[in-house]
């Protein structure tokens, strides 16, 4: 039986990673990746699904893999998903920030909406364990509108009917971003020099590969079941 991985927000500084990590680890036998646009790499492990997030209750994902099909290398995989000979995990790091989606409503809908959304797709479509991206400090009660949305993304998905979710929050993400985000470098700054005094270790900065690391561990421990959340302190040591 092969297992499959479905990921979304695969463009972002966890979701590259997330990628290389699945890539190479040879548990996995095909990479699903849905997105807006079509990522500037390639792989032969990967499948690239063009998708409006608002609108995957219409995506028939057998007949865009098999559109993909023209060699025919793709083959084992339309028969798995066809038969549903499969074992497949769904990864989530999709999520922007309140000043790039333009209004905390544009945040909402991406951040929350979507990726429920792409929950639901993936357990339609067989996924049995989804692992989410979601922040530390994430409640539905907080006053901190993204911490709020974060939690409430959290709950919903605690509600779905997974044999496992994995809930990482990581603190603050060290690795290289497509953009600037100046409060958020003087917060690494400021992190980096209270957790050298091994202070607040909770809130010590995680580099994007071990956010990504973790994830893949987790997805592949199958004696897992429930719903779990993965704080930064303990990334850490699964990725020492």
């Avoid at 907080?142 to 044999?163: C, W």
Wanted: hydrophobic share 40%; net charge positive.
């Amino acid at each position: 039986m092969s297992r499959i991985a479905f990921v979304s927000g695969a463009s972002g500084l966890i979701g590259i990673q997330l990628l290389h990590q699945l890539f190479k680890n040879e548990s996995f036998d095909w990479v699903i990746s849905f997105g807006r646009r079509e990522l500037a790499f390639k792989h032969q492990k990967l499948v690239q699904v063009k998708v409006d997030f608002g609108q995957l209750d219409k995506v028939d994902l057998i007949n865009e893999v098999r559109n993909q099909n023209m060699g025919g290398d793709k083959q084992s995989l339309i028969k798995g998903l066809s038969e549903k000979a499969t074992t497949i995990c769904a990864f989530s790091s999709l999520g922007t920030t309140i000043k790039k989606a333009g209004s905390k409503e544009s945040f909402y809908r991406i951040d929350h909406d979507f990726v429920v959304s792409f929950a639901r797709f993936s357990l339609q479509n067989g996924a049995k364990r989804f692992l989410y991206v979601s922040a530390l400090g994430a409640d539905a009660q907080s006053s901190i509108f993204y911490n709020k949305v974060k939690g409430e993304v959290e709950n919903d998905l605690k509600r779905m009917d997974f044999d496992y979710v994995g809930i990482f929050q990581p603190s603050l993400l060290l690795g290289e971003r497509k953009e600037s985000r100046p409060g958020e470098e003087i917060g690494k700054v400021l992190m980096k020099f209270v957790a050298f005094f091994g202070l607040f270790k909770k809130y010590k900065p995680i580099y994007d590969h071990q956010v990504a690391k973790a994830m893949v561990q987790k997805a592949l421990n199958i004696k897992m079941t429930g719903n779990e959340t993965i704080p930064s302190s303990e990334m850490h040591k699964m990725t020492q």
